[in-house]
């Protein structure tokens, strides 16, 4: 054991933990894990040598006893300090030890938001089913009860056709206006007001900007998304996210993880890293420091969801050699540290300078809607049938039209015949 030299066994990641060499030659620690640690160790005074896994993995148990990855070396005594938003968790304190926690975190999600988009027939979505035909049973009711009153004085149907207006917001037309009628007339008119303009405000704001479509926000949504086939969910298989998530007492939580084991939605380390939501027909599980330091930044907060819904809760810690020589000053350091906000300090920045060097970036969804013939194409094609109804009717009362005309020539024919009858008879009676 060398106190004044440690080892650190932790993964290359791009502003998460990198090892950068001086115009000295001498190198340093950067990212948000790395100048973090490199504060500690300038602290107490400590050079540092730094080493990586083969296997490129944080840590999981592959065997009894027998750990991979960066909690594989601290256990083995290949290195002193393990570093890499390691959890603390019951099955690693048996090979392991752990530094004072600086952080803390747990298993959720992340997905895209779903873009708004204008389907067909949308603009009868404003109202649930349950209040059309609470609205239709109010029309039908209301029509039976002033059909009712007014005594066959109109029919049914033109009746339902005047209420029908009203709700149209076209004047209310009825022959007959007894004092019986008030109160009904009234309470409709009530109704119909409040209801049309509630469906004219919402029409109104859905054509300025359409709503955004209902977005997984749990894991028992992200379950039944999974079990439809709408969405695939993926975890990193490098770290405990995967156990964590099949260990769960949730049922629907286990059931995504045996979707995943059945679908081998795994990714890699450096598929985390590098691009951690595969597309927007999928969803990321991991820790959510992980997915904070990626997209709770920039554009990416408007586009990115994270759901608030944690599988398992947890603390971040750096791993100790059970034998190390120097915990106690460690963790003497790091409580110092991180009180005084050093962490969040290195967290954010290094969250944003990798913003700023991403290559690619999720396309910017928040853009202005242009309303087009598709939109409408729905609502012209009842509009349509409308008018060839209304088409059909027309012809209709032409035909009955001539129909008429014809049956009165006839009885005014045997008229004609029956009254020159009876006159010639009065002119013979006369005559006698």
Same mark, same amino acid.
């Given at each position: 054991m060398n106190p004044s030299k440690w080892v650190i066994a932790a993964i290359n990641v791009k502003n998460v933990f990198e090892i950068q060499e001086k115009p000295n030659g001498k190198h340093f620690l950067a990212g948000a894990e790395g100048? !973090?640690?490199?504060?500690?160790?300038?602290?107490?005074?400590?050079?540092?040598?730094?080493?990586t896994p083969k296997d490129y993995e944080f840590g999981r148990e592959?065997?009894?006893?027998?750990?991979?990855?960066?909690?594989?070396?601290?256990?083995?005594?290949?290195?002193?300090?393990g570093v890499g938003g390691l959890g603390i968790f019951?099955?690693? !304190?048996?090979?392991?030890?752990?530094?004072?926690?600086?952080?803390?975190?747990?298993?959720?999600f992340v997905t895209l938001k779903q873009t708004g988009k204008w389907e067909?027939?949308?603009?009868?979505?404003?109202?649930?089913?349950?209040?059309?035909?609470?609205?239709?049973?109010?029309?039908?009711?209301?029509?039976?009860?002033l059909c009712m009153i007014m005594r066959r004085?109109?029919?049914?149907a033109s009746i339902l056709f005047?209420?029908?207006?009203s709700i149209l917001r076209q004047p209310l037309t009825l022959r007959q206006r007894d004092i019986k009628m008030k109160f009904i007339i009234s309470t409709w008119l009530i109704l119909t007001s409040v209801m049309s303009s509630f469906y004219y405000t919402g029409l109104q704001a859905f054509l300025a900007k359409p709503s955004g479509v209902k977005t997984v926000e749990t894991f028992h949504e992200l379950s039944e998304a999974v079990d439809k086939g709408t969405l695939r969910a993926f975890v990193p298989k490098t770290t405990s996210a995967f156990q964590l998530i099949m260990n769960s007492t949730d049922e629907s939580i286990q059931h995504i993880g045996r979707k995943i084991a059945q679908n081998n939605w !795994?990714?890699?380390?450096?598929?985390?890293?590098?691009?951690?939501?595969?597309?927007?027909?999928?969803?990321?599980?991991?820790?959510?420091?992980?997915?904070?330091?990626?997209?709770?930044?920039?554009n990416f907060k408007s586009q990115v969801l994270l759901s608030k819904h944690d599988a398992y809760f947890f603390v971040i810690s750096f791993a100790i050699r059970k034998d190390f020589c120097c915990k106690k000053e460690l963790r003497r350091a790091m409580g110092w540290l991180v009180s005084a906000g050093v962490h969040t300090k290195c967290f954010k920045e290094a969250s944003f300078r990798n913003w700023l060097t991403l290559p690619l970036r999720l396309k910017d969804d928040e853009e202005d809607f242009v309303l087009s013939i598709e939109d409408f194409i729905d609502v012209f094609s009842m509009f349509s049938v409308g008018l060839f109804l209304s088409l059909l009717? !027309?012809?209709?009362?032409?035909?009955?039209?001539?129909?008429?005309p014809s049956r009165s020539k006839k009885k005014e024919i045997l008229l004609t015949r029956n009254t020159a009858f009876e006159l010639v008879s009065v002119k013979r009676f006369l005559q006698n």
């Open positions: 100048e !973090f640690l490199g504060d500690i160790l300038t602290k107490l005074d400590v050079d540092f040598e730094v080493v592959v065997s009894p006893g027998n750990w991979s990855g960066v909690i594989g070396m601290v256990a083995r005594g290949e290195a002193d300090i019951a099955d690693r !304190f048996r090979v392991v030890d752990f530094s004072y926690p600086y952080s803390t975190d747990g298993v959720t067909s027939l949308d603009f009868i979505k404003f109202f649930d089913l349950s209040t059309w035909m609470y609205l239709l049973a109010s029309l039908l009711f209301t029509t039976a009860a004085v109109e029919s049914f005047s209420l029908y207006s !795994f990714l890699t380390t450096k598929e985390m890293v590098s691009h951690p939501l595969q597309n927007q027909d999928s969803a990321t599980i991991a820790g959510r420091g992980l997915f904070r330091f990626f997209f709770q930044v920039g009717v !027309f012809f209709a009362e032409i035909c009955i039209y001539h129909r008429i």
